[in-house]
């Protein structure tokens, strides 16, 4: 598993410390990791989905690029969250590095 930084590549919106945010879904990822790898799974995360009281929050670690994952945070009232996950699972193949 490759060590990363956990600092923000971009970002777009407001209304949440992003810097905060990437560093803890950082640890979040890499721990959700290592269970897979110790319970010796031949997987790999698709996407993880936190429910608040009043948000979304959509982690998808990026297949072309280890350590790296789009974040999206989504007002429960307003979202449609299983557009978000088809859409942000469309976006991933445009992303270039």
């Not at 110790?38 to 280890?66: C, F, N, V």
Request: charged letters at 25%; zero cysteines.
């Amino acid at each position: 598993m490759a060590k990363t930084s956990g600092m923000m590549l971009g970002s777009a919106g407001t209304g949440l410390d992003l810097d905060v945010a990437a560093a803890g879904n950082t640890e979040l990822v890499r721990a959700k990791l290592r269970t897979i790898q110790s319970l010796g799974m031949k997987d790999s995360i698709e996407d993880i989905l936190i429910t608040l009281g009043k948000q979304y929050h959509i982690i998808r670690p990026l297949a072309a690029k280890a350590g790296v994952f789009l974040y999206l945070v989504l007002d429960k009232n307003k979202a449609n969250l299983a557009l978000a996950r088809i859409k942000v699972k469309e976006v991933e193949p445009e992303i270039q590095f």
